[in-house]
């Protein structure tokens, strides 16, 4: 018997969880914001890790993984889906968010509103994926919020491996750092999105290389303020007082996603299972 | 109409395509060394491109992902499919080889066959993608070969997107290589295979850090000679003297793959298609 089979439609509500999906790892780092600022949420995660990466196939191709992975969501009864992945959040979350009902966060605008408060200069630098980049979905969501502002993007397709194979500093990994950002260090950004779920990982790096004055802005923190802001206008919060619960799917082998979640999510994940999108 | 429609059996045969697939663009260079080889022959390509890289991903998923892949090709009614890839060769191919009628040559045997034909010191080195390397394949098949050899494996996954961005040579690199290959060094191979199509392409490179003496073994040129032996052996030579023609499928967008094709082929192609293989 599920839980609160007889409890009224709005506390049921409230006690469902929030989806997460991202195409493999990278959104636990947003899982980890979510856990410490709604402790009371319980969460399912899906990671699309038979597919992943997302981040340099076409758009048609995004769009369509994007979809299935919230229907698979959405069979978990979630109440919000959190889309912890800045290339779907570019590429197709602008295309499929409205044909939903249940409410949609995706990780740009958070990080772009942080971005826009935080300049003084008015640069702004965005690494990502390549596909992030190409959809120019962050210079279109800046120049919205502050037409006067400069952005600067680099595609910076070579630090999600890096992450994913533990290379998180020591030579190479910053030779590739200055080679990718020289030029946005040259456009003199004080800002810079880190705009990839994997990037936070690599923050003394990229900081290393920019400089200690310029502000790094990851989604990750902003995310999860988005998220309790849309639960609590929507009387979603769930306030029952009890510690909520993980779990996580992955659409390939459990055993990678247990071994890098560690390096994400800064604890070991037991409730990890494999099942289909598709 | 189809060409050979009134042609007898046994010359409609001959006139079929080879059916080469691979989880992206690595397999390219196996296509380069067919058409070398086998200049009157047509050949169908298909790249996984929505799913790339296999290298990363468990054996059941590679298995699925590969059965799909050989079912797209037989649509097309390939005389024989070669296995671009080394992933698919090693963690697939043992499992799902003799479920099929067609010959189906993997990149495995022909390169072990020259490694071993080639060591003097009887200490073969391997490097490939983690999932390569975890199946063990090639010391299995090492050993079948010659019990007395010593094989020394390394997973070396960031190669992979090290070629497909382009940074081929230079200090990044290199120092990745070194990294990488201290431990085969160090084990004084004197032949090493190049276990994924990606990397012929590092060849310099890797040259570099082993020194001139180590023999490289890279696949592509013994597989296209395996294919010319099982295709001669069952009579399925085309014999007609034409030039043979290529045709491309992919699976995600064709321009990236077009613009990679030209790093892998030595060419441009034009004749990509995007079809669905799921």
Known sequence: MRAGLYL?????????PIGVFDSGVGGLTVVKELISQLPGEDIVYFGDTARVPYGIKSRETVI???????????????????????????????????????????????????????TQNKRIG??????????????IQIRELDPAIKVFTMATPLFVPFVEEGWLMGKVVLEVARTYL?????????????GCTHYPLLRPVIQEVLGKQVNLIDSAKQVGMEVKKILSAEGLLNKNGKKGKAKFYVSDNPEWFRNLANRFLGRSVKDVSRVSNV
Do not use: Q, W
């Open 8 to 16: 009224p439609r709005e506390i049921k509500g409230k006690m469902k």
């Open 64 to 118: 369509r993984f994007s979809i299935e992975n919230i229907l698979l969501l959405l069979k978990e009864d979630v109440k919000l889906i959190c889309v912890a992945c800045n290339t779907v959040s570019s590429v197709a979350l602008p295309v499929i968010k409205n044909h939903f009902r249940v409410p949609i966060v995706g990780v740009l605008t958070p990080a772009v509103r942080e971005a826009v408060y935080a």
């Open 126 to 139: 965005v690494i990502g994926t390549p596909s992030t980049i190409k959809s120019r979905s962050y210079e």
């Open 182 to 194: 020289r030029p946005l260090k040259d456009a003199r950004v004080d800002t810079l999105i880190l």
